[in-house]
């Protein structure tokens, strides 16, 4: 007895299927297997096998849809990718059998090959309460998991500027943290009326869309978020790993 979730998986690959065992009483474990396509993404497909008789349809959602939660947690953790929301493609229960159509999507900035190495990851974190009790209670990173599932650049640019922004408290912090992380970053003159400092370019740029004026380039704007919004990606997810983290070293923090 199985349930089977399809994806459409983009930037992210294995050749050989990855098989991890579970510690739950009612599932052996789970299989994760990659089919490249013609197209620009390739599928996915995440199944469970259980271990007890499972009687319908309902019952095998219900065991494994936190599990499967869990999965895509981790692999957004691990690999920083973007996974929408889980179809059935199909399941055989005691009550019944079906083959379905569906999907979701997991898109990464890199076409990446998952190594041994991160199997073994996966395998061992799925079977610890640690990291994933961390992402599942982490606001940030569920804000984070949402945002990314965003196909629009330009709105995507700005939530994302807007997390890191609730994350540091103010645009200083903000800025502060940029610079550090990349010390080439761009710097421009602000804009503000009477203000004399300099914005990063990811700030200077979501000024200029938070404060039009009649001088604004819309489509300018807009290009420099579709620019940008991968490298900000990046600043964003590296800074709710340092949180994790620096939770996971200081638990009373």
């Not at 299989?31 to 199944?47: C, P, R």
């Not at 399941?91 to 199997?119: M, R, W």
């Amino acid at each position: 007895m199985y349930i089977q979730y399809k994806t459409e998986a983009k930037g992210i690959k294995k050749k050989e299927e990855l098989q991890i065992p579970l510690n739950t009483g009612s599932i052996n474990y789970v299989k994760l297997v990659f089919e490249e396509t013609k197209g620009i993404y390739d599928n996915l497909f995440v199944t469970f096998y259980f271990s007890t008789t499972v009687n319908n349809l309902q019952d095998a959602e219900t065991i494994t849809k936190p599990l499967l939660d869990d999965i895509i947690n981790l692999m957004v953790y691990k690999f920083n990718t973007t996974i929408k929301k889980p179809t059935i493609h199909s399941y055989e229960v005691e009550a019944a059998k079906l083959i379905a159509t569906g999907s979701i999507k997991l898109q990464n900035l890199q076409q990446y090959e998952l190594t041994e190495t991160d199997h073994s990851w996966l395998c061992s974190e799925i079977n610890s309460l640690a990291l994933i009790s961390k992402l599942k209670l982490n606001v940030h990173f569920l804000q984070y998991k949402s945002i990314m599932t965003v196909e629009d650049e330009i709105s995507r640019f700005l939530l994302l500027y807007g997390l890191l922004y609730e994350i540091k408290g103010n645009q200083s912090s903000v800025d502060t943290y940029i610079k550090a992380k990349e010390p080439n970053v761009k710097m421009l003159q602000t804009t503000r009326s009477g203000q004399n400092y300099l914005e990063t370019i990811y700030t200077w740029w979501r000024n200029q869309a938070q404060h039009m004026q009649s001088t604004t380039d819309i489509e300018k704007v807009t290009q420099q978020f579709i620019n940008l919004v991968d490298s900000l990606q990046e600043l964003v997810f590296e800074a709710i790993k340092n949180q994790i983290s620096y939770h996971q070293t200081n638990p009373s923090a």
